[in-house]
């Protein structure tokens, strides 16, 4: 059974930088697609960003040009590099993955993460 565990929330200043990261196991993390969601709280879960196991990525328009995913395939990991944080950055940051489709549509994902707090400041 695969298992995800984010890890590198917390709490920062508009402007500031943080790194996400997810540790998989239970599963062949080479050939899995992975990605990031997010939620603020009474709020739908939003798309982040994704990575194939072929390491293509992509990203949602609020994010593009400060956000950045990549996969480390021999520490069986997944990062999300945030530059540049904005205030409505501000949500529970979840980790997934697929081993089918890449990531994108929620109600396709079946493996999620328990979520890390990221809280920016103004």
């Known amino acids: 059974q695969v298992n995800l565990v984010e890890s590198g929330g917390g709490l920062v200043q508009a402007g500031d930088s943080l790194r996400l990261s997810c540790a998989v196991s239970g599963g062949a993390f080479s050939r899995l697609h992975m990605g990031w969601w997010r939620q603020v709280p009474g709020n739908e879960r939003e798309y982040v960003a994704a990575?194939?196991?072929?390491?293509?990525?992509t990203y949602s328009d609020s994010v593009k040009g400060r956000f950045t995913i990549s996969r480390d395939n021999a520490r069986n990991t997944v990062d999300l590099q945030m530059n540049n944080l904005k205030p409505e950055d501000t949500a529970i940051y979840y980790c997934?993955?697929?081993?089918?489709?890449?990531?994108?549509?929620?109600?396709?994902?079946?493996?999620w993460g328990q979520g890390t707090q990221v809280t920016v400041s103004s």
């Open positions: 990575v194939s196991w072929t390491d293509k990525s």
């Open positions: 997934v993955a697929d081993p089918k489709i890449l990531p994108v549509v929620k109600t396709m994902i079946n493996l």
